[in-house]
C-alpha cells in the first residue's frame, strides 16, 4: 500500500480531512524550504506537496510565480530537489508530492525522473499542465514503480473529463475549487460543496480540495465535505512577506498548526 493510501486510510479511521501545505522548492533557498519542510511536518501536515520551479508556471498566481522566479534565481533544480527529499526521507515519514509543469520534467526524462524520484523517497507527482490523454510516459512508469500520479478537476470538467481523469488517477483527486489561477480570489466552499459530491458520486479515491483557501476557517468549511484541505499561496506569501526575518520558519509553522486543527472535526459532545 502506498503512503498516500495509507495516510488517508487513518485519517478516515480518526475523521479527519488531511491538511496538505504546499511550499516551493528554493524559495528563499533550499536550506530554509528544509526548515520549512520540517516546521510543516512538526505542525501537523499530512501529506506536503513541494513545488518544482518553472519559468512559466501559467496555473500558478503572483504569490507562486514570484516565489517560483526566486527559486530559480537561486538555481534550484529538479536534481537538488530530490537530494533535499532525499535527505529528509531518512527522518520523515509524511509523504511528499512533486508539484510542477511539465517542461522540467521532459527535459530531465520522465523514466529517469520516476527512477530519481522513487530511490529519493517521493511518493506521487501531480503535474498541473499533462492531461491524462497525453500522460503515458510519465503515467506507466510511475504506476509501474508504485507512484502515484495525482490528476486535476475543475468546475468546468464535464462528464468526459472526469471519467478520463479517474482512468488515471490515483493517491487522489485534487479538484480546483475555481476556474483562474492559484491564489487570485478566497474560496466560496458552499459553492464548491456541490461540485465536490458530484464527483464523488463517481470517485472512489479520496478527493483534495486546492487554490483560494487562506485560513483556518476556510479550511475547516472545505474540511466537511472534503477528504484533504491544500493550502499553497497562504503560505508562501508568509515566506514572501517574513523571508528576511528570523522567525519566519516559526510563523509558517504556527500557521500550518492553526490549519491542521481546523481540520479536525469536533469530537460528538457527551450524552
Not at 468546468?156 to 487570485?184: E, P
Not at 483557501?213 to 474540511?223: H, L, N, Q, T
Request: charged share 25%; aromatic share 6%.
Amino acid at each position: 500500500m502506498s503512503r498516500i493510501r495509507e495516510c488517508f486510510r487513518e485519517l478516515k479511521r480518526r475523521g479527519e480531512a488531511a491538511l496538505v501545505p504546499f511550499l516551493m522548492a528554493g524559495d528563499p533557498d533550499l536550506d530554509v524550504t528544509e526548515a520549512l519542510l520540517r516546521a510543516a511536518v512538526e505542525g501537523g501536515a499530512d501529506l506536503i506537496e513541494l513545488g518544482m520551479p518553472f519559468s512559466d508556471p501559467t496555473a500558478d498566481g503572483p504569490v507562486l510565480q514570484r516565489s517560483a522566479a526566486r527559486a530559480l534565481r537561486r538555481g534550484t533544480s529538479v536534481s537538488r530537489i530530490l537530494e533535499l527529499v532525499a535527505k529528509l526521507r531518512r527522518e520523515v515519514a509524511v509523504p511528499i508530492i512533486l508539484f510542477g509543469y511539465y517542461n522540467p520534467i521532459f527535459h530531465y526524462g520522465p523514466t529517469r525522473l520516476v527512477e530519481d524520484a522513487k530511490r529519493a523517497g517521493v511518493d506521487g507527482l501531480l503535474v498541473v499542465d499533462l492531461p491524462p490523454e497525453e500522460a503515458r510516459e510519465l503515467w506507466q512508469p510511475a504506476r509501474a514503480a508504485g507512484m502515484d500520479v495525482i490528476f486535476l478537476l475543475a468546475p468546468t470538467s464535464d462528464a468526459r473529463r472526469v471519467r478520463a481523469v479517474l482512468r488515471k488517477a490515483s493517491g487522489f483527486v485534487y479538484y480546483v475549487s475555481m476556474t483562474g489561477v492559484t491564489g487570485a480570489k478566497a474560496i466560496e466552499p458552499m459553492d464548491v460543496r456541490p461540485l465536490v459530491e458530484r464527483v464523488r458520486a463517481e470517485c472512489a479515491l479520496p478527493i483534495g480540495v486546492g487554490f483560494g483557501i487562506s485560513s483556518s476557517r476556510e479550511a475547516a468549511a472545505v474540511a466537511e465535505f472534503a477528504d484533504a484541505v491544500i493550502v499553497g499561496s497562504a503560505i508562501m506569501r508568509l515566506v514572501e512577506t517574513h523571508c528576511a526575518e528570523p522567525d519566519l520558519v516559526e510563523r509558517v509553522g504556527a500557521f500550518i498548526r492553526e490549519l491542521k486543527h481546523a481540520t479536525r472535526k469536533p469530537a460528538p459532545a457527551a450524552a
